[in-house]
Structure formats: C-alpha cells, structure tokens
C-alpha cells in the first residue's frame, strides 16, 4: 500500500500478478514405482539365513538348543572375595619381601651367578656403561617379573583382574558370525547337492536369500527330503516340485504355511519349543541353571503329566506352547495332533486347525465318529466299552471292560450285518435297554440274512438280559448320557453328516475337539475317555510310524483307567504320546497313581500342589546320594585365671560365650524334592519337571520358570 492509500499494482510474493496464459507445458514422465501402493518392500533373507546358520550343539534332555553355550557339569569352585584379596595382598608383600631380601644382599649372591655363567666377561666387565646398565638391570627386571609371575599365580592376581577388572566393567561383545562353507551351510543344502539335486538346492538356497523361505517351509522341505532317502518318494518327482514351486514345494493338505499367531519360541530345526527357564537354583544341577527349557518329540514321545491347581498356568504356559509347536510340526509333515479340551479353554483360533469337532454346537462343521471310523465290530465294542464303562472297571491294572466289549459286540455285530452301518445313540440305546420291537426287527433281518451265528449272539444277549448281574442296564445309563437334544445332530452313523475319525492320524493333520462342560460335564468325561481309547487303538495300527502323533487333553479328570494307562505305556513304540494335565492327582483311583506316573516319562509339579500329591512325585522321583554338612559349635571352658578374664571380657564385648566350632561332612540319602517342598517351596509360575527321552535319557527334576 502507498502513502496516499492506494494499492501497488505490482504485487506481493504471496499474491504474484497473473501472467497471460501461454501453450500448455508437456510434464515430466515420473518414475514408475518399485511396487504397488501398501505393498511393503520385499524382506532380504537375512533374518531367517541367521537363524538358520544358528549353532544348536547337543546337549542334554530339556536344553533349549538354539544358540545353546554347553556349561560344566560341576560347578567351578568360587573363592569369596575377602579371601581373594587377602591372599592377593599376602603374595604381593610376599613378594615384596623376597626382593627386597635379595635386592639389599642379605641372601647373598647366589641369584647373580646364572648371568655370570651365561654371559661372557667382556659384556659384564667392558668400559660401555650403557651397555653395562642395559645387561644388570635387564636382568633385574626379569628377576622381578619371575617373582611377580610365582606371586600372582599363588595370590590369584589373574581371577581378581577377571572379577574386578576391565574385563568385569563392559559387556561382552558378540563375536563376528563366520560364516560357513558351502558344504557346511545349511542354507546351501548340501545333502541336496551330495544326491545330485544341485539345481534343486540352488533354487532353494536363492528363496532363501530373497527372504521368500520361513522356518516352516524348511523343516517340511527337510521332511519331504528324508522320504526321498527313505524310498517313499522319487527323486525325480521331488525335484520337479522344489524346481516349479520353490519355497512352496510339498505343502500341506491345506496349503498353509505358518500359523495365524505365534505366543511361544519355535525352533523347527531341532523341533523344540521354549517352555521357559530353568532357575539358577542350588537344587538344580549346575549344567541346567539358567538355560532354556526346550520341549520335543523326542520328549513327548514318552508323554507328559502336568499336575497343578486351577490357575496354574497348565492351559496358557504348557498346553498352549506345546499344542502351538505340534501344529508347526503338523504343516511341516512331522506330526499330527488332536487337541481336547473345553469350549473357549484357550487352546488356539480356529485358523490354526485344519478340523474343529464342536460337540454340542449346530454350528460344528465336523462331527464325531462314535466308533472310531473301524468296520469291524469287535474293535468298535472294545473302544466303546471303554469310553463308557472303563471308569467303572476295577482301579487296578488288572481291572478290565471285556463283559461290557461283549456285550456291546453281540449288538454291534448283528445291527451292521443287518443295516451295513452301526446303529446310532438312540438305536443303541434301545438295543442295551432291551426294547422288543428294535431287537425283533433286528432277529427278522439276520433270518432273512442267513445269518446263524450271529442269530446265537443275538440269543445271548437276550439270555443275559434277565440276569441281575446283566451290565447292559450300565451301558443304557451311559448312552443316555449322549441322547440328549444338545447332542441330537451329532454321533451320526447314516452318512449324512462329515464324522471326523481318529484313524485320520496316519496324516499330518490339525484337530480341535471342543467338548461340552455347561451342564454336560459326565458327557465330556465319556467323550474324552473315548478320544484317548481311539487314539492308542489307531496309533497301534499305523503303517507310517516315522510320523509323529500326539493327543493333548487339557483336562483329564475322570479319563484315567487301567486300560488308558496299558495304552499309555504301548504309545511310545508306535512313535507317539499324550499330554494329559490334572487339577490334582485325587482325580486318578489311587491304585491307579503309581502306574501313571510310571507310564508318562516326563512329569510336571507345578506351583500350588497337595502335600498329596507331592508325596506321589516325591515317590516316584526317589532319592539322591549328598554330602550334609553339620556344624557343631561347643563352648570353651577356661582353666587358668587369665583364661576366665578373658572369656570374660569376650562375654560383655560380644554378649555370648566363646565356643569352638566343629564341621563334619558326610554323606546322606535324602529325597531329591520332599512333598513339603513341591506344597510350599515352588514360587508361582514355576514348575518342578523331570523328563525322559524316548532314547531312555532322563534328566532330574528341575525347577523351572515357566514365565521366562
């Protein structure tokens, strides 16, 4: 604005003048985009190449092996530091001393003579008093640094300097990666290029360094490789799907790769998962203190007992890592698993199984078969017998359901020779209730058959009927426990409905059964009895062993009979186990405990246990050889005059009366974990666990973090 208020025609920088339009200007072609809009930059494999190239030394039963540093098995003795130093400063004026002794003569001349016989006169004796200075006084100093050497071993100078010095003030640095041969890189696949595949193995090492493989397409690449040097598999046909598909060569039934969430540490290399660590405790031994506590196959395999209260920890900080880990190993092709537990227990999303068996819920994709996908109904009898009777059989390990497998067979026979399918709940419950109509209909059908000799079991069992001893009315109880309306769409035999079977196990796959608690709670006891019977039956059977199997149920109250725990013990041969938790061990008939506990070859007592049931883990992990120390303080009677005045003043300076003090060693047998330690010296969120390997290693109860 000018003086006179008028504005300047010329304009400002915020408000430039407009200049006359003039021909359009051509703009500039920008770059095209390395990729599309919210696609992240492709990762390098850098991150999963580390992990690969990891060492993993062997070690013992339970040790988290990734990255593991081996540790002594004894522990290194350590000296208190008063000690220390006193006995450092001892050897320095020790030392001290003997050079000044000889320094001033007064051990005479004797420690002169090796120079005068090593060294000619003309260097002792010449008129060059450099030289003369450089000789005597060269050979002063290496008699010093000889007397500081001797002194500063026997004074321990060296542990003081690793305790208190530099070395004790920074961290440690971590050493430079090296990285390996391509004939020791696994990233190289080296067993690939020794059979020939050498194309196959550079398609697979440049995914890996494109960052395009994961942990799991290498353990099921690895899988897939050992049935070609097994014979399952060519090498020709293997080789085409690693060249095709790369990374995703040989995927799982249902295409994944990984699980939607992890919550725990996998290591598919060694087939671990971390459970937590194992406490720098004085009762566990040195080795273990303060590593990683890893869980396997080759640990599961001997089975798992977790023993602990409500709120424990057994569903969140075992069951879960543990199922989670078995699902890794299941899309990798290692394993297949079958979780039970309640409905919302926490045991992982729906995404992460490839079958969710709902019972109880309309909307269940899956239903359950009843009688274990077999055809032969002797075998169905006996798995059946046992999920509904075998609680009932005698609590001792000669206790049996053979009366209640008869009897379900003189039914079971006839009703599928007749109608080619096993009856459903409610027809099995008419036939053990003895009902006329069903059991005339079922005669006329084997007459009309020809069926003679299953007519006489049919005559049997209608014999048997009016004996007061008869177990059918047993059974007839147990089946209405499944006819129900909550239950009326599941446990179909017509064809109509997609029963899952635990045969299913000869494959690598996920299964969830979620089973009904809310007013159900005898039901789901007789479906889980039911699940485990199926499951030693199936695995017993399998043609391919080298896959492993393993059932988890997260509660198994009311699931142990003399009868699981026979198949429990047969588990191990077949390549597979069970996890099996309990709130307390009164849940097991208590001629039952001891064969459980001698069945599963790693067991966990976790925080918050019976003296009960510590006494039963105290039991079964026995005793152990220690060294006590006791120490005896005795007091000194004074004989003399002088000797009383001064046990005298000793008293009022100190307030007590001079003793001697006596230490004896000796070795005791003493229990590795009392039932007073496992009911009250377990923090919360610890465990106390001992373990075996299917190999027949063991390792001792530890005492374990399961939050670290």
């Not at 540093?69 to 004026?93: D, K, Y």
């Not at 640990?299 to 900080?317: C, D, E, I, R």
């Not at 059977?541 to 059932?551: G, K, N, P, T, Y």
């Not at 077949?574 to 039952?592: K, S």
Request: net charge neutral.
């Amino acid at each position: 604005m000018d003086s006179d208020g008028t504005h300047d025609a010329r304009g400002t920088h915020a408000n430039p003048v407009p200049r006359p339009a003039g021909p359009p200007e051509v703009p500039a072609m920008p770059p095209r985009p390395p990729a599309g809009p919210g696609v992240p930059p492709m990762p390098d494999g850098s991150a999963f190449l580390t992990w690969l190239r990891t060492p993993r030394p062997e070690a013992a039963p339970g040790m988290w092996r990734f990255g593991h540093r081996p540790r002594p098995e004894e522990e290194p003795e350590q000296i208190p530091t008063r000690q220390l130093l006193s006995g450092a400063l001892i050897a320095f004026l020790v030392g001290w001393l003997v050079w000044s002794l000889l320094w001033n003569g007064y051990l005479g001349g004797w420690w002169v003579v090796p120079l005068e016989l090593f060294t000619p006169d003309s260097w002792r004796h010449s008129d060059d008093r450099v030289g003369n200075a450089i000789l005597w006084y060269g050979y002063y100093v290496l008699i010093a640094l000889t007397i500081m050497l001797v002194v500063g071993r026997l004074g321990r100078w060296g542990e003081i300097w690793r305790r208190f010095g530099p070395p004790a003030w920074s961290p440690a640095v971590p050493t430079t990666e090296r990285v390996p041969t391509p004939e020791q890189d696994p990233a190289e696949w080296p067993q690939l290029r020794a059979a020939g595949a050498a194309d196959a193995a550079e398609r697979l090492a440049a995914e890996a360094r494109a960052g395009l493989m994961r942990d799991v397409d290498h353990a099921r690449i690895t899988r897939a490789w050992q049935g070609v040097r097994s014979g399952r598999h060519s090498l020709a046909t293997f080789t085409g799907a690693v060249l095709q598909e790369g990374a995703r060569a040989c995927p799982h039934p249902s295409g994944e790769r990984d699980l939607p969430t992890r919550l725990a540490r996998h290591d598919l290399v060694t087939g671990q998962v971390r459970l937590g660590t194992t406490a720098d405790d004085a009762r566990n031994p040195y080795a273990y203190r303060g590593t990683g506590l890893g869980l396997g196959p080759d640990l599961l395999g001997t089975s798992l007992l977790a023993v602990g209260p409500a709120g424990s920890g057994k569903t969140g900080t075992v069951v879960r890592p543990l199922t989670e880990s078995l699902c890794l190993h299941a899309l990798a092709g290692r394993a297949a698993v079958v979780v039970v537990g309640a409905a919302g227990a926490g045991l992982g999303p729906a995404d992460s199984y490839d079958v969710v068996v709902q019972i109880g819920n309309p909307d269940s994709v899956y239903d359950l078969d009843l009688y274990g996908g077999t055809s032969d109904p002797d075998e169905a009898a006996a798995v059946l017998a046992e999920a509904l009777v075998g609680d009932l059989a005698e609590p001792h390990q000669g206790g049996d359901t053979r009366r209640s497998t008869t009897v379900l067979a003189q039914l079971l026979g006839p009703f599928r020779a007749v109608h080619g399918r096993f009856p459903s709940v409610p027809e099995l419950r008419q036939l053990l209730d003895g009902a006329a109509a069903p059991l005339a209909a079922l005669r006329q059908g084997l007459q009309d058959a020809g069926q003679e000799s299953l007519l006489r079991e049919l005559d049997a069992r209608e014999r048997q009927m009016n004996h007061p001893g008869d177990v059918g009315g047993i059974l007839a109880d147990r089946v209405a426990l499944l006819d129900r309306p909550a239950f009326a769409g599941f446990f179909d035999t017509s064809g109509q409905s997609r029963p899952f079977s635990l045969k299913a196990v000869d494959h690598p796959v996920r299964v969830r059964v979620d089973l009904p608690q809310r007013g159900h709670a005898d039901a789901s006891k007789m479906l889980a009895r039911l699940v485990l019977a199926q499951f030693t039956a199936s695995v017993a059977v399998r043609e391919d062993r080298s896959l492993f199997a393993c059932l988890v149920l997260d509660d198994a109250t009311g699931v142990v009979t003399p009868e699981a725990v026979r198949g429990i013990q047969r588990l191990r041969s077949g390549n597979a186990g069970v996890v099996l938790t309990l709130r307390t061990l009164d849940d097991v008939p208590r001629p039952l405990r001891g064969p459980l506990l001698g069945a599963t070859g790693c067991r966990m007592a976790l925080s918050g246990l019976t003296p009960w049931d510590g006494q039963d883990f105290a039991e079964v992990w026995g005793k152990e050889w220690i060294d006590a120390t006791d120490v005896t303080d005795r007091q000194i009677i004074a004989e003399t005059p002088a000797g009383k005045a001064l046990h005298m003043v000793r008293r009022v300076i100190t307030g007590k009366a001079p003793t001697a003090r006596a230490v004896t060693v000796r070795q005791v047998e003493r229990e590795r974990w009392s039932a007073s330690e496992l009911a009250h010296g377990v923090p919360p969120g610890h465990a106390v666990l001992s373990l075996t390997n299917v190999k027949g290693e063991h390792a001792p109860p530890l005492l374990v973090d399961l939050r670290g």
